[in-house]
């Protein structure tokens, strides 16, 4: 008998014994295997969450499972570590944004540790390290040097009273979060990344990516946004100028009435008249407090102003007004939009709200259509009318004759354009990466010589939020020497998108300690691509476009071997932890500890359950994992959020679901210690010496063996393999020859305690000591089914009648058809339901059914 299941102890002791062994500390072996497995790294808010249990869980049962299969398996972890919530501390809590960073991180360590994680943390790293984005700088400046990298004008969120820039989620209702007065949009010169060199290859090799979820890839490619279609000047009446627009839908041309421009168009303000100046300048200032997304939505007011102006269609040589239009964006085409109200929804209801002229170009078959009485846009197709020369054809095939038309008459062309813009990467913020360029009077833009990386953040800073970054008040940083011609110049004093620490870590893990280059080619190209990459789908068109962007920059400047082109060759996208939020009519939102029996336990009022949401501190429906692992233990932790739900599925938090893995897993210790001084000393299984109830548990044993293993590998039904040895469990309690067949215990119990170890691998570690094993379950490996023991005795076949089932037959695992038939037709059901009838033919589906086809 072992003592009794304490799961404290148990974790604790491993704990310790892994981390003294250094057991999940790996190098590259050339002619190994290998098997990188990466969760999207954290951010050190200061404590885990639940969601941080599930994810980092799914990703353990992984890295466990393919060591136990052999693989030399890279696990690393790090921290995410610069960015905005470390900024709102300072203010809010007055304290310095790297105490608050290195607090959290020792913090949230501890917790990761205390799940019994298999990572590897001599590899572990914080993105505000200076020996982390000192090669994030170099990797920049060689970027600059190839045009990759580049300044110009963008608009910003600005605060005037405090005087800073604000990111979007820093706008609330198009007021600053921390003074409450009105944002503005401002111009401010920022640096770019040309991720847009790359839109087609980002694009083509999605071919290669097949072990993406299709959502992803679907939410990249509409990021993305390949077109094609025509760009066409429109030139301005009396002038020399031109409005550029690029359409799809240049079979239309014909039909367009008046031009719709971006309000932030550069063109916006000269093509404004003296006496719509005013008006124009209302409405500019108006539509930039709206919403970008908003603003193009199908429900969204459209809206607009004249600017005075007109231009000329140069297929009609009709004069049309320009307007600027709030549902146009500057970051898709030019910024111009040709309006077509005939043929297009929005154009259309812009038309009838300012009493624009309609022009019907494309008539469907069928009841002409006629523009004084449309009541919406027709956009499907049919045959051009009123558009000169093309009058007749199809409209599909007239994009292509007036493509060629367009640039025969040296008015327009084809082009392939992308809704993908550069990546904006300027941010006017202290808690980041410095980036390191020199503006000097005589030389202009000058880069940090790369002898002078990194450039450091300073630390002995006064952090207010008001004034804008406060790097730009150190003297001792912003005042340096031109590095070209040695006059008084200063520092750059934007900081990196934090994306752009995100985009490569996965890359430094592979040699995160050296220190001549961002990465060792040798590792790198070893360990990436990383084999099974594991996070969020919010991340699909942002960090995980980015981080293939980057790859595809690193490569082509040389820092990785030619052949990597993606980051990532697997991605599972985990759902979100759920829980039901619980209010109080008097205190709102309840922490599920401050319920009692359906009552706020501050008042006594009964509660109201609202909807299962995910986990927020807001609405209070949280967990905290340190109470959970100190209440039930890591393992059981793990096991919930692992059982609970498929990992690509939504988790609802369930008490009585925990309670269950608790019990479970002491119905697992009691297996064994029941049963332990009775297989001590069994010797192994001689497959054809068992029969009866023996050869059955047999069966079930190694048909747990082969399911759970094609349940993890690559399918990552975790919860139907916990299931399929929660079975295994039932049939080593109900097993009755235990005291004949010991060695046959024993291989189930030893079989469960492998199966589970990946998922509860605490648990799983003690038990085999107990059962008397020297060597590690790391080094015994992932157990093998034997197929002759999932040979059966007998049998169970469906029985059908003309389809439909009619009854079921225990048959000899190796009968014939003629057997198989003729118990068939015996059975009662079958035999009842084929009376009076001619029996056609009996088609028999070895070990699965049998159809009788009777009329």
Known sequence: MLERYNPGAIEEKWQKIWQEKQVFRVKAEPGKPKYYLLEMFPYPSGRIHMGHVRNYSIGDVVARFKTLQGFNVLHPMGWDAFGMPAENAAIQHDIHPNIWTRENIDNMRKQLKRMGLSYDWDRE??????????????????MLEKGLAYKKSSSVNWCPDCQTVLANEQVEDSCCWRCGNEVEEKELEQWFFKITGYA???????????????????????????????EIDFPIENGDASIRVFTTRQDTLFGATFMSLAPEHPMAMALTTDDRREEVEAFVRKVRK??????????????????????????TGRRIPVFLANFVLMDYGTGAVMAVPSHDQRDFEFARKYDLPLTVVIQPEGEPLDPTTMEEAWTGSGTLVNSGPFDGLDNEKAKEKIAEWLKEQGIGTATVNYRLRDWGVSRQRYWGTPIPVIYCDCCGIVPVPEEQLPVVLPTDVEFTGEGGSPLARIESFVNVDCPKCGA?????????????????????FASPKNDQAPVDPEEVGYWLPVDQYIGGIEHAVMHLLYARFYTKV????????????????????QGMVCMETVACPEHGWLYPEEVDNGTCGKCGAPVTTGR????????????????????????????????????????????????????????????????????????PVTGGAVEGAARDLRRKTHETIKKVT????????????????????NAIYAFEGRKEHPEVLREA????????????????????????HEQSLEETGWPQWDEDALVADEILIVVQVNGKVRGKLTVPAGADHAEIEKRALAEPNVARFVEGKTVRKVIVVPGKLVNVVAN
């Open 554 to 573: 690193m490569r082509d400047l040389g820092f990785v071997p030619a052949n990597l082109s993606e980051p990532f060759t697997n991605l599972l996208t």
């Open 200 to 230: 087609q290859e980002l694009l083509d090799e999605m071919a290669n990516l097949g072990g993406w979820p299709d959502p992803v890839l679907t939410m990249q490619r509409n990021w993305i946004g390949r077109s094609v279609g025509c």
């Open 488 to 508: 008084p110049a200063r520092r750059e004093t934007d900081t990196f998108d934090t994306f752009v620490e995100s985009s490569w870590y996965f890359a430094r």
């Open 125 to 142: 790293f914080a993105t505000c390290d200076p020996e982390y984005y000192r090669w994030e700088q170099l990797i920049f400046l060689r």
């Open 290 to 315: 709206m919403d970008k997304i908003a603003r193009t939505a199908d429900d969204y007011e459209k809206e607009g102003v004249f600017t005075g102006s007109h231009c000329i269609n140069p297929a």
């Open 612 to 683: 299962t949401e995910k986990m927020s501190k807001s609405k209070k429906n949280v967990v905290d994992p340190d109470h959970l692992i100190a209440t039930y233990g890591a393992d059981t932790a793990r096991l919930f959020s692992l059982f609970a739900a498929p990992p690509e599925k939504d988790l609802e938090w369930n008490e009585q679901g925990v309670e269950g893995c608790y019990r479970f897993l002491n119905r697992v210790w009691r297996a064994v210690s029941d049963n332990i001084e009775l297989i001590r000393t069994a010797g």
């Open 749 to 772: 119990l030893e079989s469960v305690v492998r199966l589970l170890s990946p998922f509860v691998p605490h648990i799983s570690a003690e038990l085999w000591s107990c059962l008397g």
């Open 710 to 729: 094609e349940d993890i590998d690559g399918r990552f039904h975790f919860n139907t393999a916990i299931a399929a040895v929660m079975e295994l469990v």
